[in-house]
């Protein structure tokens, strides 16, 4: 784990020369870069090449370029336009370049639903899945800029302090640690030897009313899956530091999941509107290796087995999703 | 001119942001496009952005793009015949 204190986290670059030379990473932004090589790894792992689908979720796209083709606008006065910038800011970028990167002329799409986006990628990909087609790359991700995080700033959604992000939890005060990070995942009709997990149901529920409707929406979501909360080895919730938004959690888990083993992620990748993608990747490693460190529990209780995790996330109680993943038997 | 290739060299790493690269990798004498450097149109728009920007040199007749922009140097040298700044 990486500690470090700052506005906002920002994702680990990889070795870019590694994966692509130069030449080829030109018009790319940090996310799409990274989208690149985290499905070329997704479809190594998963031993396949060329997928049936392509599904990204974004919740903000390409922004970098976004900025960049308005910042030149404003600058050179509507003059020296180049469409390097224009062509890169849009939501799709990811799952083209992807695309066009491997030749793959399947169905391609990008999901733009704010807080929905990543779970709306991952809906479509399990439509797909029932339909018969065999592996879809999914994948969600956000990039932060230094203007989106000023932006946003001043609206109260981000803290207004810097913080050291292993303190997250710590500062009883309004607003979340701001971050960024690209997921991707093959999702599969078969188990390999390969696979990390199952995902067996998903979620999405807009701005409830109040914690019992919460409560009620987790109990019945784990019914229609023959479980009941104590059937849940660990859940993974999605803290983010905002005050008001972390008692919610803690009153689902302290009502509803008294003695199950509780995780969280967002000191590691912070908040952004496709951060259950990064859960989803943390859950499915979890359930991999059957183990989960320290530095992302947040109770003692502990499970002799981790066959279902519950990954319960929200974006600032208005996106709220629920995963539920099993473990395969291989 | 030693000067103005490198310079060359540091503008056309931020215009085609080839942030990966030194200047020292691009060659002077090596084709910009197709087997050398390996740009395309779109990259050839930005170096005609680039040479009026900076420069002050429009280029009027798009056939001529073929011979400045074959190599840095080329380039280099169609910017000191031409330079306006």
Known sequence: MLIYEDDYLKSVKPNYKDFMKPIEA?????????????????????????????IFGTGLGIVSDTEKFLEK??????????????????????????????????????????GFSFESAIL?????????????????????????????????????????????????????????????????????????AELKD????????????????????????????????????GHSGNKTDDEIYDTVLSSEFPETPSAYYKHLCGEFQTASAFALWLGANIIKIQEFPDFIKLNDKTSKKLNNVLIYNHYFNINHSLMLLKKVES | MEDL?????EQIIEALNL?????????????????????DSIDALELIVLL??????????PKDGQKIFYSLKTMAEYIKEHQIN
Not at chain 1, 73 to 82: A, G, R, S, V, Y
Not at chain 1, 128 to 143: A, F, P, S
Not at chain 1, 211 to 224: C, P
């Open chain 1, 26 to 54: 030109r018009r790319m932004s940090k996310t799409v870069k990274n989208g690149i090589i985290c499905s070329q790894i997704a479809m190594q792992q998963a031993e396949i090449t060329i997928p049936d689908a392509i």
């Open chain 2, 52 to 61: 009026e920007k900076n420069y002050g040199i429009k280029i009027e007749n």
């Open chain 1, 124 to 196: 479509d990909a399990m439509m797909h899945l029932k339909e018969g087609k065999k592996n879809i790359l999914v994948g969600g991700g956000d990039e932060i800029t230094d203007h989106y995080y000023h932006i946003i700033k001043k609206t109260g959604l981000w803290k207004q302090n810097t913080l050291q992000n292993t303190d997250l939890l710590n500062h009883d005060t309004p607003g979340a640690l701001c971050g960024e990070a690209v997921s991707f995942f093959v999702l599969s009709d078969d188990i390999k030897q390969e696979t990390y």
């Open chain 1, 202 to 237: 998903l979620k999405m529920f807009y701005k409830p009313k109040n914690v019992f409707e919460i409560q009620n929406t987790i109990t019945d979501f784990l019914k229609q899956n023959n479980l009941q909360n104590s059937d849940i080895d660990l859940i993974i919730t």
């Open chain 2, 19 to 39: 942030e990966d690269m030194e200047p020292d990798e691009i060659e002077t004498n090596e084709p910009l496009f197709n087997e050398g450097l390996g740009l």
């Open chain 1, 73 to 114: 606008m404003l600058i050179d006065k509507e003059q020296f336009l180049t469409p390097t910038s224009f062509i890169q800011s849009t939501h799709n970028t990811v799952a083209g370049q992807i695309a066009g990167r491997i030749k793959c002329h399947n169905y391609n799409f990008t999901y733009v639903n704010r």
């Open chain 2, 5 to 9: 290739t490198l310079k060359l060299k």
